[in-house]
């Protein structure tokens, strides 16, 4: 009776699990490309300087909100504005406080001119008097508060102006700005896209001297994008753009007095001031710090600028013989000493300095990269960041003393935590996510990291996942060339270990970049998944000169950028081949701009290794590709042709054996589409054969309406078809 009874129950789990997973469905390209996974998040998240209330930016199809809510009980105090109460504005796109929360900067409108930067209609609104006012009729660029709120310094044109928002006037400080030749105050577009910045310039704390940087492009070659549009004639994009080795632009910098209306050139020609990379002015308010570099990025000089005189001093000098990373971790503290963090031991840390420049202590230090800087505590004297401590696939978040010691662990999931917090530093809301939870929001306690609250779980999200037909993502290490590199494997649901299963790998590969992590799921995790119910095994493996890992294990690829990392995704892919359960027949590789520079070398260097690849929007040769990232890693082709050439998937077309879909949009103004028609033209006189599509007037993302879907409809066919 016991064995009958027990045959019966197990009947019955198996018809259970068996109905459970008859009823989960797969994923289609529909599923991904409508938005149906998309997460609920905190936008606009704002800690108020009461340490008590955070706002947040709530949006619907009906309009806008700015909201108060209550640290400690999550309540909604109040709201702030609305949008549907304010004329003329339909949505809030995003939002600024001035430092003395009176005000606010509304942006509304804002269209889209390159990667980080936009022209917007904006609006102040008095919080006190809940009126409204239009900062300018004309579209502007970077508004940008005084600390009082009493002014707002924007880029218009080329040019930089200044409005007094007590008497309405606005008063145009530079008048040289001429589209393609000179910039004031904005990026040009390879400082934009390579340095990570618009706005170039910056108010003192009494909001009476503007620091800005002045960009002349005379000399820098134009590059032009025919733009189809559905005219009769194409019209075309002309912008300064320097490929390697090509003039950049010469930057200056210049501080702009309100009092006399007199604007003051500095001299920065005793320091390498090749490029001007931040600018951010001390809590001194006479003092301005300038982080300049040279050419090859490998010395970083920090600079203070006495505003009163026009003095300059170095402070501190960063020397790497690879180069040295910008960031904006700089941070002043109250009596100007300075944060700042360095790979120079190996691993990126936490320093502290004197206002003199003297090292005051090493706060943090080990085998782990500290990957966020988040602030200093004034009153406890307590630094927190974010870091690796707990494996470089992981992010957790800590506070430490100046003096490195007493550190603490504020989150205890494994998975990628990350930290706001509260201007006083009394809470933090952490944002955690793994690979089997999306995104959850929670307060905290920053003195010890005491969960408070959940503020938002996106169970929602977690449960509709849950009806779908997914595949764990396995993390482990690869030994290949002398090093375990890190990697997932996605497997078919059903897996069987005595079948054989084609092979179908993933990466990016780029310097200091991680594609292994362990995080919620991207709309390209996703697709991976759907790849997996069709029976392919997924594989990311990251490589050498990825990061997380330490500088020499990131900056092993110094000027050979796309040699160590196609031998250890050949080496990888040879390794992984060996697995009983895959088929070493049928094996694939495919990226994306980078990705794709390297899935295009891999298959044809790895011509007895993969049978296809995938190629988006990749760079073909590094001579096509602009200066401030190219010559960082490889100094000018003029100094380095053969680690440009050698390494160029277009040098190596005569190998090509497999399958290989090439596709790129017409109107990449990063990655030109002149990458992809000079490896075509290649590959034709090569007499190869390859498929190939070009997306009219899509950017380097190639998205818009059904792009997306019939880009990865095409390359699900492609994988289909030949793998």
Known sequence: MKKTAYTSLLLLFLTAVSSITAQQKNITLEDIWSGEFRAEYLNGLRSLDNGKEYSVLNRSRSGSTIDIYDY??????????????????????????SDDESKLLLATRLQQIYRRSSLGTYYVYDIDSKKVSLVSEEQIQEPTFTKDGSKIAYGKDNNLYVKNLQTGETTQITKDGEKNSIINGITDWVYEEEFAFVRAFDW???????????????????????????????SQQVFKYPKAGEPNAKVSLHIYDLSSGKTNKIDLAGYNSYYIPRIKWTNEEDILSAQLTNRHQNTVDLVFVDAKNNSTKRILQEKDDAYVDITDNLTFLNNNSFIWTSEKSGWNHIYHYDKTGKLINQVTNGNWEVTNYYGFDQNTGRIYYQSTENGSINRDVYSILGSGKNKVRLTDRTGTNSAAFSADFTYFINTFHNTENPYVFTLHNAKNGKLIRVIEDNKALKTKVSSYNLSEKEFSTISVNGNDLNMYTIKPKDFDPNKQY??????????????????????????????????????????????????????????????YEVEDQIAAAQKLSELPYIDASRTGIWGW????????????????????????????????????????????????????DENSPISHVEKLQGDFLLVHGSADDNVHVQNTTQLIEALVQANKQFDWAIYPDKNHGIYGGNTRLHLYNKMTNFIKENL
């Open 72 to 97: 400690k009980t999550g309540k909604k105090v109040k709201t702030l504005v609305s949008s549907n109460t304010l004329s003329g504005i339909d949505q809030i796109i995003s939002y600024e406080f």
């Open 502 to 563: 084609p092979l179908f790998m993933y990466q990016y590969s780029g310097p200091g970049s991680q594609n292994v992590s362990n995080s919620w799921n991207g709309s390209n995790d996703y697709w991976h998944q759907m790849l997996a119910q069709e029976g392919y095994i997924i594989v990311c493996v990251d490589g050498r000169g990825t990061g997380l890992k330490g500088r020499d294990f990131k900056k092993v690829t110094q000027k050979e950028l796309g040699k």
């Open 204 to 234: 003192n704390k009494t909001g009476n001297k503007l620091a800005y940087i002045k960009f002349d492009e005379t000399d820098v070659p134009r590059f032009s994008m025919d733009v189809y549009g559905k005219e009769l004639y194409p």
């Open 593 to 644: 701009s980078y990705g794709g520079f390297m899935s295009s070398n891999s298959l044809f260097q790895g011509a007895d290794t993969f049978e296809m690849a995938i190629a988006v929007a990749p760079v073909t040769s590094w001579r096509f590709y602009d200066t401030i990232y190219t010559e960082r890693y490889m100094t000018t082709p003029q100094e380095n042709p053969s680690g440009y």
